[in-house]
């Protein structure tokens, strides 16, 4: 905007302009000026009119009056309240100072031409929730991180992101995104964290798939609830050997094999909860850093041939698993320090590894007893053992003399131990024992009838035991 200097006209301060004044510069400018003292308190400013040809008049208030702006023109007038005396010097040089902030811009709006909603603090640029359609260009280019959770973005066009190089992770989750364009990552190498969850990348997944190429850097993948399958995660996941971090949770995955994860030797953490699955063929067996494996609520039938010894925490539960067999071939020491199987069908206490470092053994809400007292059984027709066929390419079938309590394997590292909400009728001579750091053991809502152990049965460390037991509680125990 231009301006030439004020004329009087008429007892009136009228100004020229050649351009349309800058409302929202104006708005603000106005409280700062009569914060700072240079309009007097009570001055009463109002429009008087328009030049001719002025065009559309827009008004605004402020505290020290009523402020109009027309296109091409603006006039102004100010008028001591009450005693109605004219200080025409003093609004004058007021609104000169007024339009010298209007016509000169400020260095910052040199550096941010656009106003942007989003919140920064230092490197991380905060625009969740703000209806954003498309990833902001107006955001300091030195951003490393950047949030766009929450939003309306449909589409990553290609070099959406080339204005930020130095970005580290970037999050665009919940903001029913359905392509990822090609070049979208093109010039954002660095990136190692990228969250797309809660979208709906399977309808351009083969797109996606070849936007992720420039990222040899990506450590951490969340892409859970986008309606994938196995073969979709199949094709993004191509290519990614750097990634450390992974989240499927909330997909429509069915089977897992060798090639799902084909590429991920570096992978550390594996979240596959709340999918479809009922069948896992050799799709772990080259994860050898893999550390922390969730399988929780599908619809898993069994766990045999447990042989991955580098895993610290497997969460399997609220899945259909009635049997967990360890690979008893294996002499290795498991690093298993939490299992998780609650809320599943199991009707024997797992087969654990025969070294193993178990703290937290989670087996409520199964159908687990003990059934050592069957072994005494003479009958011809009475066997001693299982066979365990797995149908699946040919893989070896499983034997297990199941009244034999010594197959628990090793739990003499178990902290916690959680059987509430099973079939226990007792505990086989010695077993608790073979815990001596136990701490915690929860056995309520199972069929004891009585809980007959002395202090020499009971590990020393023992803190709290849970046995309570309900009086309606024997309609649920089998015969």
């Not at 100010?78 to 000169?104: N, R």
């Not at 809660?198 to 993948?221: A, D, I």
């Not at 199972?446 to 509680?473: G, I, K, V, W």
């Amino acid at each position: 905007m231009s301006c030439i200097s004020p004329a009087l006209s008429n007892g009136c301060a009228v100004f020229h302009c050649m351009a349309t004044c800058d409302l929202a510069s104006v708005a603000f400018l106005l409280p700062q000026i009569t914060k700072r003292g240079l309009l007097a308190r009570g001055t009463d400013v109002k429009a008087l009119g328009l030049s001719e040809g002025a065009g559309q008049t827009h008004c605004f208030t402020t505290r020290t009056g009523k402020w109009c702006t027309g296109k091409g023109a603006a006039a102004w007038t100010t008028q001591s309240s009450p005693a109605g005396k004219y200080d025409k010097m003093l609004v004058l040089s007021v609104l000169s100072t007024l339009l010298y902030f209007i016509s000169v811009p400020a260095p910052w709006a040199l550096s941010h031409p656009h106003i942007t909603p989003c919140k920064l603090s230092q490197s991380t640029a905060l625009c969740n929730s703000y209806g954003l359609s498309s990833v902001p260009s107006d955001l300091p280019q030195q951003i490393e991180e950047l949030f766009l959770n929450q939003n309306s973005v449909l589409t990553l066009q290609n070099d959406c992101l080339s204005r930020y190089a130095s970005l580290r992770l970037f999050s665009c989750a919940s903001n029913s995104l359905r392509a990822v364009e090609k070049k979208a990552f093109s010039s954002s190498p660095r990136i190692e964290s990228l969250n797309l969850a809660n979208n709906e990348l399977h309808y351009g997944h083969k797109q996606f798939s070849q936007s992720l190429n420039p990222l040899t850097r990506l450590r951490t993948l969340d892409l859970s609830s986008n309606g994938l399958t196995e073969d979709m995660v199949s094709d993004l996941l191509q290519n990614l050997t750097s990634l450390e971090f992974l989240y499927l949770s909330g997909n429509i995955l069915l089977r897992l094999d060798e090639s799902t994860f084909r590429d991920l030797y570096q992978l550390k953490e594996l979240n596959l909860e709340r999918n479809l699955l009922f069948e896992i063929d050799g799709a772990f067996d080259h994860l050898q850093k893999l550390q922390r494996l969730n399988l929780a609520f599908n619809s898993l039938p069994c766990l045999v041939k447990f042989e991955m010894t580098q895993l610290v925490m497997l969460n399997a539960s609220h899945n259909l698993i009635e049997w967990f067999i360890t690979n008893s071939d294996i002499t290795e020491i498991f690093q298993l320090e939490t299992l998780d199987l609650s809320n599943n069908r199991l009707l024997f206490f797992p087969f654990l590894p025969a070294h193993s470092c178990i703290r937290s053994l989670l087996l409520s809400n199964n159908q687990i007893n003990f059934y050592s007292h069957l072994a005494v059984n003479n009958s011809s027709n009475w066997t001693t053992n299982v066979e365990y066929y797995n149908m699946g390419r040919n893989a070896s079938n499983i034997t297990a003399d199941l009244w034999d309590e010594t197959l628990h394997g090793d739990i003499s590292s178990v902290q916690l131990l959680d059987l509430s909400g099973n079939q226990l009728r007792y505990f086989p001579e010695g077993f608790l024992q073979k815990m001596p750091h136990l701490y915690w053991l929860r056995l309520r809502r199972n069929c004891l009838e009585s809980l007959n152990l002395t202090a020499d049965d009971m590990p020393a460390t023992l803190y709290e035991l849970d046995s309570l037991q309900y009086p309606f509680q024997s309609k649920y125990c089998r015969p």
